[in-house]
């Protein structure tokens, strides 16, 4: 099979799954699937960097998802609503996640995999899907565990309210509809904006809807309202930077006014900790920030909700750089080790040649997916268990394997206090 996405050539066609099966095949084999990431924008299930042909090889069925994305996968419109028996609209991508997964669980026995024993995992929006999956009831029963790796989670989304009134931005369904799909994707950079808000919901990714995610994800944590399976949850010590990139911080001025646009009357607070004192200090304060709010806190935030009620919570940090690198490990750094492609390193990243400890701790990371998959449970790295999440600890996964129980907590605790979001300790 193939897949398709928003990568070239590609086409709104684009519900497929990518299979792949352990040579010689067998029977109740673990199951796992696999959301790419993309900022719910781009992305493919066919990108050759997360071919699941290593997983295979580790004795595991793996299959990655192709959905709609963008203006396909999320438009929230008045008149797309009115047509819905759900009055709802939006979060098409979701919905075609839920079918993957209905579909996994009616088939899946035909290829030697075991429908009650599905783990869903995903780096970046894919991630985040994932985790969104854990709150919505219409994925309930659908997999049995989940790896969020740098899941986008825990951030406010928008109301099925807020989105419908952005939506109509870009004009008329009737008039769309008479539109080639190039022409519609073109009127995207009405509704994304070159530089986005980080502390406040965006358009074009997952709403709260009133159907398939009836809340945000923190009230439905706190309410019991999730599904509390066993999860691996982590994040990169570096997620920031390179997603700053292209941003316009030149200057003490320009980080100043993200952190006002941001937090307002508590932007002090916010100066302080993530300080610039020169022009210099100024990037790598709002990437620091970047990271925090689009990564860190939900990976936290998830760690400390599923352990409350799920003993087989676990979290990793993920600090390995590359060999020969001075930074990182960036966003999406931990990809190439957990499928086993060292050489077809993440976007932006050069192709270095790995060294041993890159082998390595790419075959053990591998290794511990694929046993909580079949067991519910990682083992260990290096002779070193995994902690659960209710500890308070989780692995450090760099050049040595280590166990820890801090990470950026006090501006941590200070975004989960802003944002309301924070369990209770």
């Not at 509704?191 to 945000?216: C, E, N």
């Not at 940090?317 to 990182?328: C, I, P, Q, T």
């Amino acid at each position: 099979m193939q897949a398709h996405s928003r990568a070239a050539g590609s086409a709104e066609d684009c519900l497929y799954l990518n299979i792949a099966v352990p040579e010689g095949g067998g029977e109740h084999l673990p199951v796992m699937v696999w959301f790419h990431g993309g900022s719910f924008m781009f992305g493919s299930a066919a990108d050759r960097r997360t071919d699941p042909a290593e997983f295979a090889r580790e004795g595991v069925i793996c299959i990655s998802v192709g959905f709609r994305l963008g203006i396909f996968g999320f438009l929230a419109h008045p008149e797309l609503a009115a047509e819905s028996d759900r009055g709802s609209a939006g979060n098409y991508s979701l919905l075609d996640q839920i079918a993957a997964l209905r579909w996994i669980k009616d088939n899946i026995a035909a290829f030697g995999g075991n429908p009650d024993r599905v783990t869903i995992f995903g780096v970046s929006s894919g991630g985040a899907a994932a985790a969104l999956l854990l709150v919505s009831p219409l994925a309930k029963g659908l997999f049995h565990q989940a790896i969020l790796e740098s899941a986008g989670a825990f951030r406010p989304l928008a109301s099925l309210d807020q989105a419908v009134i952005e939506g109509v931005k870009i004009g008329g369904i009737a008039d769309l509809r008479d539109r080639s799909a190039e022409e519609i994707l073109a009127l995207e950079t009405r509704l994304v904006p070159a530089q986005r808000s980080l502390t406040s919901a965006r358009i074009l990714r997952p709403i709260r809807d009133g159907w398939i995610i009836p809340a945000d994800e923190h009230v439905a944590f706190a309410t019991g309202q999730a599904a509390a399976v066993p999860t691996i949850v982590g994040s990169n010590t570096d997620e920031g930077s390179r997603l700053v990139a292209a941003w316009k911080i030149d200057d003490r001025a320009d980080w100043a006014a993200i952190l006002d646009a941001d937090f307002g009357p508590s932007a002090d607070q916010a100066k302080q900790l993530y300080p610039a004192a020169t022009d210099g200090d100024a990037r790598p304060a709002v990437a620091a920030l970047f990271g925090d709010t689009q990564f860190q806190l939900g990976a936290r935030e998830l760690a400390r909700r599923l352990g409350e009620h799920q003993p087989r919570t676990f979290r990793y940090l993920f600090s390995k750089r590359r060999a020969g690198a001075s930074d990182g490990p960036h966003h999406g750094g931990e990809v190439p080790y957990v499928f086993g492609h060292l050489d077809r390193p993440p976007v932006g990243a050069a192709t270095v040649e790995p060294d041993e400890r890159d082998v390595d701790l790419s075959k053990s990371i591998r290794r511990a997916w694929v046993r909580f998959a079949a067991t519910g449970i990682p083992g260990s790295i290096d002779g070193i268990a995994w902690p659960n999440a209710r500890s308070g600890s989780f692995l450090e996964l760099g050049d040595e394997t280590a166990v820890r129980s801090e990470w950026r907590e006090r501006p941590l605790d200070f975004l989960s206090d802003f944002l309301g979001i924070g369990a209770k300790r």
